[in-house]
């Protein structure tokens, strides 16, 4: 029997499906907005769920508001309050932050900032960051920004004039960093485990979980808690063959350690899946599949050099 939580949870699904549809044209661009502001696609996958989920949660308050609320706009404003929040509690301050209010400077010259804006992250206030990336990448107006921030158009130039000078001052001193590849990893736990699915040895793997272990598909909130549960359904013996000729290895992906499973398929090597794993005791704890994320694993194909499989 259903408990008053999952009834509630079947009854909004259709909202929830309605919610993802209206804000569907704007996923990608809220994705690549949340990589430019986190500096990493790890980082930006969790900035891209929580704001989300902050979205969908806060339509039912906020929607008595005469004001309207523009899908677009209402996303990147929830992305930026909670980056910004997150940049509090962590302390991120490159540097004090000051009154901007009465820096007016207008640029007229536009600046490429895709290959800068890591850069950039480790030297600017996050509201500079915010503004910079808004108006150079997204093309906000500063009035747009203004409105998004509670702020003024002057404060936003003043902002965004000081990020331009120091991406200047930055781009004069020495040229932007290379993320380099890929390095390979290579543990006993992890060599275990990329045998076991290699073989395609689902009760090995089952073998390698904490009875309290989590298994996460990132992009559908989804979680199965317990190795029993994860057993029944992701790591079910009859789902072996729909791995067949997949492969995992291990690889430092962007500062973590993740799992790269690569499909042979007719039309050549592609990327399948890229999972990441939380180790206890030699034991897997908590497991999170990006299987769904689609402009995370766009993102990680092109950093790896392969084409993307398609869902199944």
């Known amino acids: 029997m259903?408990?008053?939580l999952q009834l509630i949870g079947e009854e909004s699904k259709h909202i929830w499906v309605k919610f993802w549809e209206t804000v569907k044209p704007y996923r990608n661009s809220l994705w690549t907005y949340c990589l430019k502001l986190t500096g990493t696609p790890w980082d930006a996958e969790d900035l891209l769920q929580d704001t989300l989920l902050k979205s969908f949660a806060s339509l039912s308050a906020l929607s008595h508001r005469e004001q309207p609320l523009r899908t677009k706009s209402f996303l990147f404003r929830v992305a930026t309050n909670h980056w910004l929040d997150q940049c509090r509690r962590n302390k991120r301050y490159s540097r004090i932050e000051i009154d901007e209010t009465h820096q007016y400077v207008v640029f007229q010259d536009t600046i490429e900032v895709n290959d800068a804006i890591f850069t950039l992250l480790h030297h600017l206030t996050p509201k500079q960051v915010v503004v910079f990336i808004l108006v150079e990448s997204f093309q906000f107006t500063a009035k747009e920004v203004a409105e998004l921030l509670s702020t003024t158009e002057g404060s936003v130039n003043g902002l965004l004039n000081r990020a331009r000078k120091k991406l200047k001052e930055l781009k004069n001193k020495k040229g932007l960093e290379n993320g380099g590849k890929p390095l390979l990893i290579q543990t006993n736990v992890v060599e275990n485990f990329l045998q076991a699915y290699n073989r395609k040895d689902f009760k090995g793997l089952a073998a390698l979980l904490l009875d309290n272990a989590s298994f996460s598909f990132v992009e559908?909130?989804?979680?199965?808690?317990?190795?029993?549960?994860?057993?029944?359904?992701?790591?079910?013996?009859n789902k072996e063959r729909a791995h067949e000729n997949i492969t995992a290895s291990?690889?430092?992906?962007?500062?973590k350690q993740a799992i790269i499973f690569i499909k042979e398929t007719e039309l050549g090597t592609m990327l399948f899946d890229v999972n990441t794993i939380e180790w206890e005791d030699g034991k897997v704890s908590e497991w999170k599949c990006y299987y769904f994320c689609r402009d995370f694993m766009k993102y990680a194909a092109d950093y790896l050099g392969l084409p993307l499989a398609e869902i199944e």
Do not use: F, H, R, V
């Open 220 to 237: 559908m909130n989804s979680t199965e808690y317990g190795k029993d549960t994860i057993i029944t359904y992701s790591l079910n013996p």
């Open 2 to 4: 259903k408990t008053d």
């Open 250 to 255: 291990a690889q430092i992906l962007w500062g």
